[in-house]
C-alpha cells in the first residue's frame, strides 16, 4: 500500500493497494480516498491501474508538481518496471514509460527531485539488488 496527497483539496489522501482481496476485479488494483487527512478512508474502488502479471507486486507511489506517478512491474514474471502517471487525482493513469524493458524488476520506489526529474530506484529480483535511474517527466 502507498498514500500520496492529492490535488482536489486540503487533507485529500489517495491509496493505492493490491486488488487480490476483491477477485471481482479480476488483475486490477484498489483505490483508497480520504477528505480528512486519513481520519477516515472510502470503501475500496476498483482502480484504473493494473496489477502486474498476476503476483500483486508492490507499487510505488508518490504526488510531485501536482501529478501522481506511480511504478510497478507489468510484465511476466515481474518484469518491464513501468511509471505511469495521472493528471486527474487518480481517475485515469493515461501515460507511461518503461525504464527496464524485459529486466526483472520488483519493489520499487519515487522521489521529486529539485531538478523536476524523479528518482527511481528498484530491486532487481533475480539478486536483490537495488537499481537507480533519474527519469525526466516530459512524457506524462
Known amino acids: 500500500i502507498s498514500v500520496a496527497p492529492l490535488t482536489s483539496g486540503k487533507g485529500h489522501l489517495y491509496m493505492n ?7 471481482q476485479w479480476d488483475g486490477y488494483r484498489a483505490d483508497y480516498f480520504s477528505y480528512d487527512d486519513g481520519e477516515t478512508w472510502s470503501a475500496p474502488v476498483k482502480s484504473a491501474l493494473f496489477d502486474d502479471d498476476g503476483s ?8 510531485f508538481n501536482g501529478i501522481l506517478y506511480s511504478a510497478e512491474p507489468q ?25 527496464n524493458g524485459n529486466e526483472p524488476g ?3 520506489d519515487l522521489l521529486g527531485l529539485p531538478n523536476g526529474k524523479l ?8 539478486t536483490g539488488n537495488v ?9 506524462c
Open 17 to 23: 493497494g493490491r486488488g487480490q482481496s476483491f477477485p
Open 56 to 63: 500483486s507486486c508492490e507499487r510505488s507511489l508518490i504526488s
Open 75 to 99: 510484465g511476466k514474471e515481474r518484469t518491464d518496471m513501468v511509471i505511469q502517471c495521472s493528471k486527474d487525482n487518480a481517475k485515469t493513469w493515461t501515460s507511461k514509460v518503461s525504464i
Open 106 to 108: 520488483a519493489y520499487s
Open 119 to 126: 528518482l527511481v530506484v528498484w530491486e532487481y529480483k533475480p
Open 131 to 139: 537499481f537507480a535511474k533519474s527519469i525526466d517527466t516530459a512524457w
